[in-house]
């Protein structure tokens, strides 16, 4: 039995799905954060939140990591950590920093100091040759006017250092820019109490359908598990509104798609003990990197990639934290393909009716979850603000997302938003 420190955890699935991994693979976790509340208020009424069976629960102040590393290797000192990790975005490069200061296993800190600051992986990237959309980053208002003209309208606006796709927006003039960009000066503190960087990322609007590529990294080999398809709207947003996997691609799509992001992987460093989700938009000119995720995906593709191969990418993440080989052997399921969809508001008032009965005893559906009546609801402005999902499967072929759309537009007919 192995003994792992989660710094912090994102509050959506992952942040069951990882506590689940552990106790599964055998192992127990020690869960540190500066404020479990955080947690405890995302748990259904009359449940407790799996964070909650931790071996030990702890409260540090996990924003400071320089004031943490020396409190950790303490705690370290009589607990005895064999290995680091968290699913939260915010805290991927304090988990590196902490597991190189105490020879844990991991990726390299600054590896993943450079994936969670989409203006330094942008950098990087163009460094390396891999290909991507033309960038700018700048902060004061008069730069980054001049870079928009240079990159030209419409454009893509996005924070540095957020996730979720907050605050990514699709801008068509100068007007819109303007706005966007003091949409985000108007939040400079994350809903983790950090604060923000200033820089403003300008990118070109790629066009083409969106995938992910889904790898595990372990001794220096990088291995591909699959690539997943995206659907997006919410627009001027780029909200996810369903995913699908397999992606329905031709071999070669494929095989480009990948190989951009082993690419995009190794120009970053990312090729030991880590699991990475990287988008990749598949464009008319060729594969460009949208960005890369050192961590596994989250919007339950984890679960998709397990109901057609078996394998579970949340169990790999712990045990390549553990610096163990993980399991990737592909095991008949029955499924061909799974999807899931996304319930986004379109308006803003307070849910009274969302009724899923149906739909929870239709033919191939493998989750339903949906917000409760009474619910106060906002219009999407980001992936934080679903209704609910439903994910199903199809035993035959690429179905499963055409069987998701069809249940969702049930959904809709009897969603009632006053």
């Known amino acids: 039995m192995a003994h792992l420190l989660m710094v912090e955890s994102w509050v959506g699935s992952m942040s069951r799905l990882l506590p689940q991994a552990i106790r599964e693979s055998g192992h127990e976790f020690t869960f540190l954060t500066r404020d479990l509340h955080h947690y405890l208020r995302s748990a259904s009424e009359g449940t407790a939140h799996p964070l909650l069976g931790a071996r030990n629960l702890l409260t540090a102040e996990t924003n400071d990591t320089e004031g943490l590393l020396p409190h950790i290797e303490r705690l370290h000192q009589v607990l005895g950590f064999d290995g680091v990790l968290t699913s939260c975005d915010y805290y991927l490069s304090t988990v590196a920093r902490i597991a190189e200061h105490l020879g844990l296993p991991g990726p390299g800190a600054e590896a993943v100091e450079g994936a969670c600051r989409k203006d330094v992986t942008r950098r990087l990237l163009a460094d390396a040759g891999v290909p991507g959309p033309r960038f700018a980053v700048h902060r004061e208002r008069a730069d980054l006017v ?113 190989h951009t992001a082993l690419d995009a992987l190794k120009a970053l460093g ?38 057609v191969t078996g394998i579970d990418l949340a169990a790999a993440f712990v045990e390549v934290a553990l610096g163990r080989e993980p399991d990737l052997r592909v095991t008949p399921t029955g499924l061909r393909s799974a999807a899931i969809g996304f319930l986004v508001p379109q308006t803003t008032g307070t849910l009274e009716v969302l009724d899923g009965s149906a739909t929870r005893e239709a033919p191939d559906v493998l989750e339903v979850q949906l917000a409760a009546p009474g619910k106060a609801v906002r219009s999407a402005g980001s992936n934080n603000e679903y209704l609910g999902h439903v994910m199903a499967g199809d035993a035959a072929g690429p179905g499963a997302r055409e069987r998701v759309e069809g249940l969702l537009a049930e959904l809709r007919e009897g969603l009632v938003i006053r």
């Open 146 to 258: 001049r870079a928009a003209r240079e990159i030209g309208f419409p454009l893509v606006v996005k924070p540095v250092d957020l996730c979720a796709g907050m605050y990514v927006r699709r801008v068509a003039d100068e007007a819109e820019l303007a706005a966007a960009c003091q949409a985000l000066a108007d939040f400079p503190v994350n809903a983790r109490g950090q604060h923000r960087a200033p820089q403003v990322l300008l990118e070109e609007l790629l066009d083409g359908p969106e995938v992910s590529v889904e790898t595990v990294s372990y001794a220096g080999s990088v291995h591909v598990v699959g690539v997943t398809d995206k659907s997006v709207g919410g627009a001027p947003a780029f909200i996810e509104t369903g995913h699908m996997f397999p992606a329905a691609l031709s071999p070669a799509e494929t095989e480009a798609a990948e």
């Open 270 to 307: 990312l090729t030991d003990g880590v699991v990475a989700h990287t988008e990749i938009k598949l464009t008319s000119a060729g594969p460009r990197v949208v960005e890369v995720n050192p961590r596994p995906a989250g919007n339950r593709i984890t679960e998709l990639i397990r109901h």
